[in-house]
């Protein structure tokens, strides 16, 4: 994926990505290595110690979610998904 995508996707600057990117990869978390058909271009992948960090919190993520979303009535939870729609 390119940074200027993972910036898109997560609502931030160039700049904040930039400086997360470095993070996570001095971490190990991810590798940038240049597009083989466009040099000038970077991209960003998980590493494979980035794949189990993944996979280590995804589900509380995921379970945090559900707790939350929970609370709400089935008809808050379905106007919830339209607006979500309608942003994504």
């Known amino acids: 994926m390119l940074p200027s995508e993972l910036s898109d996707d997560l609502a931030v600057t160039r ?4 400086n997360l990117l470095n993070t996570l990869e001095k971490a190990g978390r991810i590798q940038r290595d240049f597009d083989p058909s466009n040099r000038r271009r970077v991209l960003v992948r ?14 509380v993520y995921e379970d945090t979610i559900k707790e939350h979303i929970g609370k709400l009535s089935m008809e808050n939870q379905s106007r919830l998904k339209e607006l979500l729609s309608i942003l994504f």
Request: hydrophobic fraction near 45%.
């Open 15 to 18: 700049a904040n990505i930039s």
């Open 46 to 59: 998980l590493t494979s110690q980035g794949e189990a960090l993944i996979e280590t919190v995804w589900p």
